[in-house]
């Protein structure tokens, strides 16, 4: 089946169509009223680019060397926990994208699949993320797990010292573990292609908590990480702990300001992460578009740093580089994407951001993908 799409927002509503409400709400919402999520994508629609012209662009690469190792897009897909709740199947689908079409995954710590099968089956194109929880055994497990099972990569997220509350969340009475109450199962009678296809392949749940130590899920060790759980006790000796364990890249995720960007770098983290969540965590953060330009500023023009937060276009993506980021990653639309239509979706949505993408750079007189970051002016 193949899935028509002419925007992100194509995506969106079919995906909204096809899952529980309550699944899409805990998908597509964020924190509070929901402004900082709504402000970063009203933010990048402000973002104009300075096009050029008559640069021979016939032939356009969008390949980019990033964190040692050559990636045929300059996105990603940002780590999103209990991905198979969204779709079922998506991590896999997810992975064997990224294994086929050549993009790092985002594998979370609250993925719901293991993070051993997610590197194997995205072919090595898999980062870890790290959240810190309550338990420090679990934690120091789970990163001697990344390391391993072979990941190159952990990032280490940092804006979530206490969980936000989700309106919709709490509204719709979704929680993690799911609990199926009469209000949620007629929302799942309502989508029954989603609910029968969940019922088959299992209730998703976070499997690298599950599985720790062994394939027996173990009630203890999932009591090691509550998803709610204050992780406010984490501070910069942190990270410098973790840099002292972890022998590979280390990226801090979740930063939103120049001092703390620097801060970073003194603590030895291999690429900065310029996020807020996508506005999930802090409703009155500033739209992170916005902060991009000053984090580049105190970093220097050569320290590598990622984006994401509002990204919804292969346009936004030429935005991000122009505005500082050396790799861009994709939120929420990779799991419309999949809400969409599964893999069909998935690939409908990457098709339509490379050609977006693509399209652009002809515009603004680049020929491969770097440019964007090096040449290209932020009027
Ligand atoms: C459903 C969902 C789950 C997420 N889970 C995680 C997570 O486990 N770890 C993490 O660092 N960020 C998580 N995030 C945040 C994303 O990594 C990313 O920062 C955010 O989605 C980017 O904004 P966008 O959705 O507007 O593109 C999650 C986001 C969503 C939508």
């Not at 924190?31 to 662009?57: D, I, K, P, Y």
């Not at 990226?251 to 996508?278: C, F, I, Q, R, T």
Request: with cysteine.
């Amino acid at each position: 089946m193949t899935v028509k799409c002419f925007s992100v927002s194509d995506l969106k509503a079919k995906a909204r169509r096809n899952m529980p409400r309550m699944v899409f709400d805990a998908l597509d919402g964020a924190a509070g009223n929901e402004t900082a999520s709504r402000r970063n994508m009203v933010a990048f629609e402000a973002v104009c680019l300075q096009s050029r012209v008559l640069v021979n662009v016939e032939n356009r690469s969008l390949k980019t060397q990033f964190l040692g190792e050559e990636w045929q897009v300059p996105f990603g897909v940002a780590p999103m926990g209990m991905g198979n709740l969204f779709w079922p199947g998506a991590d896999q689908a997810l992975a064997r994208a990224a294994r086929d079409r050549g993009f790092p995954l985002g594998v979370s710590t609250m993925s719901s699949t293991s993070l051993e099968k997610l590197l194997e089956q995205s072919g090595g194109n898999a980062w870890f993320q790290l959240y810190a929880g309550e338990s420090d055994t679990l934690t120091q497990s789970l990163v001697s797990r990344a390391a391993q099972t072979g990941y190159r990569t952990l990032i280490l997220t940092a804006d979530v010292p206490a969980l936000a509350p989700r309106r919709r969340d709490q509204r719709n009475g979704f929680t993690v573990p799911f609990r199926l109450r009469p209000r949620q199962f007629i929302d799942l009678c309502l989508h029954p292609r989603w609910s029968l296809k969940t019922l088959i392949r299992g209730i998703p749940r976070p499997r690298n908590i599950l599985d720790q130590g062994g394939s027996r899920p173990s009630a203890s060790s999932e009591a090691g990480f509550r998803r709610e759980a204050g992780r406010g006790r984490f501070d910069w000796e942190f990270l410098s702990e973790l840099r002292s364990q972890w022998p590979h890249q280390l990226v801090l995720k979740g930063v939103m300001s120049p001092e703390d960007a620097k801060m970073a770098v003194k603590a030895g983290a291999d690429a900065v992460y310029v996020s807020n969540h996508g506005g999930r965590q802090l409703d009155s953060a500033p739209a992170a578009i916005n902060v991009l330009p000053k984090v580049r500023k105190a970093l220097g023009p050569d320290f590598p740093l990622i984006f994401d937060s509002g990204v919804r276009s292969g346009e936004d993506i030429a935005r991000a580089l122009a505005s500082g980021a050396n790799f861009v990653m994709v939120g929420r639309p990779a799991l419309y994407a999949l809400g969409a239509g599964g893999s069909s979706g998935f690939d409908a949505l990457l098709e339509l951001l490379i050609k977006e993408l693509s399209t652009v750079m002809a515009q603004l007189g680049c020929r491969h993908a770097h440019e964007l970051n090096e040449k290209v002016r932020v009027l």
